[in-house]
């Protein structure tokens, strides 16, 4: 079968490997479609990161190369003994969380944070291939009303999902989102799905500020708004019940913790390459605070799918589909920020 497999820095290729072979407790997946997310680009322009070259994974034994991919979705082809409640020709998505079950974060239901957490699509050989195999608690059904296209997404908007729920809010509350990429877009439907009508989306670019405008958001440009005033006049004072950093720039810190309300946090959900300078001070004069999120859970997962089952997401203007063959011009076209999210379609 064919799979896009990496062989470390700049080193994706599309090449012909051996199918897998389904094991007991495992289930095997014709893959319709895999989003190709950020963690994927910093691997392959600036990794390998996550991926060990050399060090087997704990829990997967495995190690480069390794096919990436860990956005997707698809249809069951096999099941491995044991397997009784996912059956071939079942339409499924993959939460593709690798967790040992025995450290704290594990035993208290945090398994997003398990101490040592593995990936299907950095630790594992993952969805940009014809195939993969993935244990069976990895398996989520996807209902008819959901589309394969729309199942790889819930991935990263489960990602946002999670983020959202930490921010305990409710159709009262007010939020401001930093950062209009994907994850901002997960957030903006993530707390739109929770009821909230009143949430701004704070993005320099003047096309993702378009594009998030088209499915319905409210925008504010920092280039050339003053939030933190606009916000203070907005709220008389107040300021949010939740911001949320999806930018990962220090800009967006220290207008985030600005605006908030008293007692009330900014969750992180971007990845800092360098430490950030902002001013601590906006914390502790109004007990703000900062909180991080990683990943999800199963239960972020089900919120996700129950709302794609409502048509809650659209994806229109801002997800393309692209052979495999093209994977390596998909890594260029994201990162140089000509598109937005594209999803690998490995039979083309
Ligand atoms: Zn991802
Ligand atoms: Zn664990």
Redesign the pocket.
């Known amino acids: 079968m064919r799979a896009a497999v990496y062989h470390g820095n700049h080193k994706l290729e599309v090449e012909d490997i051996p199918e897998p072979t389904t094991g007991d407790g495992q289930v095997k997946v014709r893959v319709s479609r895999n989003g190709i997310c950020g963690t994927d680009l910093h691997e392959y322009f600036d990794g390998p990161i996550f991926i060990s070259p050399s060090d087997p994974h704990p829990l997967t034994g495995k190690a480069m190369p390794v096919v990436m991919g860990h956005e997707f979705s698809g249809v069951v082809t096999e099941v491995g003994a044991g397997v009784t409640d996912v059956n071939e020709g079942d339409n499924v998505t993959i939460e593709p969380i690798y967790?040992?079950?025995?450290?704290r974060?594990?035993r208290t239901g945090h398994?997003n944070v398990?101490?040592?957490?593995g990936f299907h699509g950095l630790m594992a050989d993952g969805g940009m291939a014809e195939y993969t195999v993935v244990p069976r608690d990895q398996v989520h059904h996807l209902p008819d009303s959901v589309s394969l296209e729309m199942g790889a997404l819930v991935e990263p908007m489960s990602v946002a999902y999670h983020a959202a729920a930490l921010a305990e809010v409710n159709d009262q509350s007010r939020a401001l989102v930093y950062g209009a990429g994907p994850i901002g877009i997960g957030l903006w439907f993530a707390l739109r799905g929770m009821g909230l009508t009143d949430i701004d989306v704070v993005e320099p670019s003047p096309i993702r500020r378009a594009s998030i405008e088209a499915l319905g958001a409210r925008t504010l440009d920092p280039t050339t708004q003053d939030v933190a005033g606009l916000i203070d006049e907005a709220t008389h004072g107040d300021g949010v019940d939740a911001a949320f950093d999806a930018a990962g720039v220090p800009a967006s810190v220290e207008s985030a913790t600005a605006c908030l309300g008293e007692r009330r946090p900014l969750i992180s959900v971007a990845i800092y390459d360098k430490p950030v300078l902002t001013p601590l001070i906006n914390l502790v004069l109004k007990e703000r605070r900062i909180q991080g999120t990683l990943c999800y859970t199963a239960e972020d997962y089900k919120a996700v799918i129950d709302l794609m089952a409502q048509g809650h997401y659209d994806t229109t203007g801002w997800v393309d589909t692209i052979p495999l063959s093209g994977v390596v011009a998909g890594l260029e076209e994201l990162r140089a920020g000509r598109r937005m999210k594209l999803l690998v379609d490995p039979t083309a």
């Not at 967790?99 to 450290?103: A, D, V």
């Open positions: 967790k040992c079950g025995k450290c974060p594990c398994y398990c101490q040592s957490i």
